[in-house]
């Protein structure tokens, strides 16, 4: 269902500040937590003395310790103390490579001797100080490929995101697929529109104006195991579109990161990056509680999707051209799946 041996984003640093996070990950159940000299650790969440959740206890100079008995565990896995008891023969817990990078905590829930922190992608906007960038998190009951074709696909959002992103003339232009090695990307062009709610505000918020007509843009662009980067924007029509100079454009980048829980559910790593005015916070947070709710939109129509395809698994479902993305996607990960899978050996 999922690739293992590669990296996900797992949390993101808030999240264990003072305290483990306990978080499934492509079916393993993992402890992250602040270990020695605040470096981040991930171990498997079970306690080898009686199975309890680790996630349930506390850190205490840099080891984490069992909320249930006491147990002390290293970052390697490895038992160090139990109060009045001698454990050191206990067997080790799994430990996990992990790294914290662009302002996120990566993990590799596979083989951890295979765990190369060179293949964590490079995000410009995470580092550069041109660039803000204001996300969140939702846990969404659907499986992560539902929301690779959602992203893939914009088409929904005349639909789905009626009052705020959508409008009829996404379903009007057309959409053109490519596959470049193992990137997949879509893109849809629209000139001389007017922009909707959400992008006439972006437009007042970079000090333009939005009674304008304007040249539209999404270029989705997928890369395995789930991370799907969005250019999205509009520009004063007649001004080169995409490639207007920025004094006539409000643009964006939509990050989207998503970790498979199990097969029916992931965690959503959600955000938008642009690279107009980075220094106006109050504009960073408006665009944050815009873009929530609609991706909150996005959650609903999901997990009832998915809920119906539980009921129905005999149903064969119908493939567009505006499903290229997501079903070119697909095969990317089809293909790195069947890297993990041992050849058979002759009988």
């Known amino acids: 269902m999922y690739p293992k041996n590669t990296w996900y984003v797992a949390c993101t640093p808030d999240e264990i500040d003072g305290k483990p996070l306990g978080r499934q990950v492509c ?4 402890v992250f937590y602040r270990g020695a000299d605040g470096k981040v650790a991930a171990v498997e969440d079970f306690c080898p003395h009686r199975g309890a959740p680790l ?33 050191r023969g206990f067997p080790c817990i799994v430990s996990y490579a992990v790294e914290e990078r662009h302002g996120f905590i990566w993990v590799w829930p596979g ?5 190369d922190p060179g293949q964590i992608p490079y995000l410009e906007w995470a580092e550069s100080p041109e660039w803000a960038y204001g996300g969140g998190l939702y846990h969404i009951n659907c499986e992560y490929r539902l929301m690779i074709d959602n992203l893939m696909d914009l088409t929904h959002e ?24 193992e ?11 007017m922009a909707p709610p959400f992008w006439r505000a972006a437009l007042r918020g970079n000090g333009l104006a939005d009674d304008v007509p304007v040249d539209r843009w999404q270029v989705c662009r997928f890369t395995p195991p789930s991370h799907v980067m969005i250019e999205v924007g509009v520009a004063h029509a007649g ?64 997990e009832l999707q998915q809920a119906n395809l539980l009921r ?19 095969r990317v990960l089809e293909q ?3 890297k993990e899978v041992p050849a058979e050996q002759p009988a």
């Open 55 to 87: 996630s349930l206890g506390f850190v205490r100079d840099g080891n984490l310790v069992c909320g249930y008995h006491g147990l002390e565990m290293g970052c390697d896995g490895k038992v160090i103390s139990m109060p009045g008891q001698r454990v």
């Open 239 to 302: 001004n080169g579109g995409y490639d207007a100079a920025p004094q006539f454009k409000a643009s964006s980048i939509v990050v989207d990161f998503i970790t498979p829980e199990t097969e029916t559910s992931h965690w959503y790593f959600w955000g938008m990056a642009r690279n107009f005015k980075p220094e106006d916070k109050e504009l960073t947070a408006t665009i944050r509680e815009g873009q929530g709710k609609i991706f909150n939109e996005d959650r609903e129509m999901l």
């Open 312 to 330: 129905h698994p005999e149903r064969k479902l119908l493939a567009l051209n505006i499903d290229a993305g997501g079903m070119q996607s697909r």
């Open 27 to 30: 079916g393993e159940k993992i």
């Open 183 to 193: 990137e997949v990307i879509t893109s849809r062009y629209m000139e001389n529109i």
């Open 111 to 115: 083989d951890r001797a295979l765990a």
């Open 158 to 181: 005349t639909y789905v995101h009626a009052s705020s992103i959508g409008q009829k003339e996404i379903d009007e232009a057309p959409v053109t697929t490519r596959v470049n090695g």
């Open 336 to 338: 790195w799946m069947k």
